[in-house]
């Protein structure tokens, strides 16, 4: 079952964070995520009322008056990857966020894999951001021309601290 996180998931969300990274700094970047109130949304993943895969959104600044925003992180417990569950925590985040108006989306992350759902290098082009230029930099359009032409995006302060790579 996916469904909207809730306050008291929290603890489990970040558990499952570390182990599918085996660090803290995506623990650490969704409690500041939180705690700066630069959270969208974020859905968990549930198996037999334990959380098991967490997606978040996190609203980003751009140049022009539509929504943009950003998913990181994307995280499944070991034991349930590569079962579909993250695909099916993409899908259902993408469709949420085109329920909140959202024009766009970034991300950070492997190519083949969110290539699957429609994000691309191409799309992020012409978007100035601090990861631009690094591989796994893309962008999906929500709505038509989302990313047509040059636009500059901020992400929350919270990115600042977060590693370059993946998340």
């Not at 959380?51 to 995280?75: C, K, M, N, Q, T």
Request: negative net charge.
């Amino acid at each position: 079952m996916i469904r909207h996180a809730r306050t008291a998931d929290h603890p489990a969300i970040e558990a499952v964070l570390q182990a599918a990274f085996g660090r803290g700094d995506e623990g650490r970047l969704v409690s500041r995520l939180r705690a700066d109130g630069d959270v969208a949304f974020e859905l968990v993943a549930e198996e037999a009322g334990e959380v098991v895969g967490h997606i978040l959104f996190s609203r980003l600044w751009a140049d022009r008056r539509e929504l943009y925003a950003g998913l990181a992180p994307l995280a499944v417990l070991p034991g349930r990857q590569k079962s579909g569950l993250g695909s099916a925590l993409v899908r259902a985040s993408l469709e949420t966020a085109r329920e909140f108006g959202c024009h766009g989306i970034l991300v950070l992350g492997d190519p083949a894999y969110y290539g699957r759902f429609g994000f691309s290098a191409g799309a992020a082009a012409g978007v100035g951001a601090p990861y631009r230029g690094l591989a796994g930099f893309q962008a999906l359009a929500l709505e038509d021309h989302a990313f047509a032409g040059e636009m500059s995006v901020s992400y929350p302060d919270a990115f600042s601290d977060a590693p370059s790579e993946p998340l």
